[in-house]
Every structure is written in structure tokens, then in C-alpha cells.
């Protein structure tokens, strides 16, 4: 460890790249590296240096895609026709309306929805960042969860799962009917993480701040958020006339400093 030097790291991540691995992966990699060393350093007294910081790959913008208004109507429109899957329609509605991910929500127990104080909680073993986080619940995601109670009580009233099976069994996939529902709607290039992305862009669009969008999916860093602000473009043209409002104040009061000195 004490001869690990940067250019054997330029060399690992070199290698990794002509294994097309993508950089996200090779972050990831270097990211437990860089935390095994400064554990050493930190625990254990090692007197080393860390050639790993800074050394990660600039990642590209992931991919974002959206449904209107209008094609989250249809969608849900034709996932109330999947028999199959008569959980489907209230799945896509608490995904565009909490902004939860897919195992969020299919992992989500009764004892953790509160439709008294209309919020749903997450524990840290229950989301990606590890750390819990209450989801406020709004007039839409209420309904749905009203609409798998009455499922439950009149088929699995026993079962400790909002998803599930008339056996009472917790469903663990969706996929089929999702696509299914997509294709019959015409909704080309849209998959189910998707849902959260919509979420996200209804919310920048209709003018909320992005730290507390970043609040409500659980980012751990304002930087998972950014990727949403060019949706909302007329709220950064408010911000900058900021900047006009303030030069007019200044001006104005300096014409009214000019003013005193003529008239005295």
C-alpha cells in the first residue's frame, strides 16, 4: 500500500476503461479504495498518503425521461386494464405522486403508511441512501392507498404488505404489466424508475425549490437534484432579475445622495 502512487491508479482506471467499464463503475471502485486507505489512516495510524482522491472519471449526465400530464393519464388509463395486475394502476399513481422508487414501494408494509397524518415512512434499511425519510402524501397517493386497503380487506386482510397478492403475499415484480401498459399507450422509451424522474420534473416545473425536491427523493447531495433545474427555466430568469432590482435600488439611491449635495 505504502507504493501505490497515482499513475497506478491512472493505470487501473485505464485498464478498467479498455474493459468498457463504464464510470460509474470504475467511481465506485476507486471510491471503496479511497475509503479502505483513509480507514487505514484514520484507525489503524498508517502514515500514507491517499493517491486515489481526485482521481474519479467525470460521469455523464443520466438519462431523463418524463411523462406529460397527458401521458400519465393514459398510461394510467391502460394499466387499470391489466387483470393481471390490478395493483398496477395504484403503483404508478404513488410513484408519480411520492416520487419513491420501485422497491420502496413494493416493499412497503401497512405499518409504515399513516393515512391519519397522511404521510408513509422510511426507515434507513428501507431506502438506497440509507437514511430514513417521511413522504407526505397528497390527495392522489391518499387514493391509492385507499384502494389497496379495500383490496386487502377483501383479500388478504391479514397480509402486512400495501402489494400484494390475493394470497397475501408481498408481489415482487411489475415489469410485464408496466410494459405492457406503455405499449398499448403509445409511451415509447419509458421505464419504471422513470415514474421518480417524473415526480421530480412535475415538481421543478411547477416552481418548488430543488433542495426541497432533493428532500422529498432522498438524495443525499443537492448535486443528484441539479439534473431537474433546466425544467424550470422562468424560475432561473425570477433569480437573475435579482440582479436588475438591485442596481435599480442602488441607483436610486445614489441619485437621491446627488440630490442633497445640489440642494444644500
Not at 491517499?50 to 394510467?76: C, F, H, K, T, Y
Amino acid at each position: 500500500m505504502e507504493r501505490l502512487r497515482r499513475a497506478d491508479v491512472s493505470a487501473y482506471i485505464e485498464k478498467r476503461k479498455a474493459d468498457k467499464v463504464g464510470p460509474y463503475t470504475v467511481n465506485r471502485e476507486l471510491d471503496l479504495l479511497s475509503a479502505a486507505i483513509n480507514y487505514a489512516r484514520k484507525h489503524w495510524e498508517w502514515d500514507i498518503q491517499n493517491p486515489v482522491s481526485g482521481m474519479s472519471l467525470r460521469q455523464p449526465e443520466g438519462r431523463l425521461r418524463w411523462l406529460s400530464r397527458a401521458e400519465a393519464d393514459v398510461l394510467i388509463r391502460e394499466a387499470e386494464k391489466e387483470a393481471k395486475s390490478p395493483h398496477l394502476a395504484d403503483f404508478i399513481r404513488l410513484a408519480l405522486n411520492t416520487g419513491c422508487r420501485k422497491n420502496e414501494l413494493l416493499k412497503l408494509s401497512w405499518d409504515r403508511v399513516d393515512l391519519k397524518a397522511n404521510v408513509l415512512r422510511l426507515e434507513g434499511e428501507h431506502t438506497k441512501s440509507g437514511k430514513r425519510r417521511a413522504v407526505p402524501l397528497n390527495d392522489e397517493a391518499r387514493r391509492a392507498f385507499l384502494n389497496r386497503a379495500r383490496f386487502r380487506a377483501e383479500h388478504c386482510p391479514d397480509s402486512d404488505w400495501v402489494f400484494a397478492h390475493r394470497n397475501g403475499k408481498r408481489i415482487r415484480f411489475m415489469q410485464n404489466g408496466f410494459q405492457a401498459a406503455c405499449t398499448r399507450g403509445k409511451i415509447k422509451g419509458f421505464r419504471v424508475h422513470d415514474l421518480r424522474h417524473t415526480f421530480a420534473s412535475w415538481l421543478v416545473q411547477g416552481g418548488v425549490p430543488l433542495l426541497e425536491v432533493a428532500k422529498l427523493l432522498g438524495h443525499s447531495t443537492i448535486e443528484m437534484t441539479e439534473r431537474y433545474a433546466h425544467l424550470a427555466p422562468e424560475n432561473l430568469k425570477a433569480a437573475v432579475g435579482v440582479l436588475d432590482r438591485l442596481r435599480n435600488g442602488y441607483v436610486d439611491r445614489a441619485e437621491q445622495v446627488v440630490a442633497l449635495k445640489v440642494s444644500a
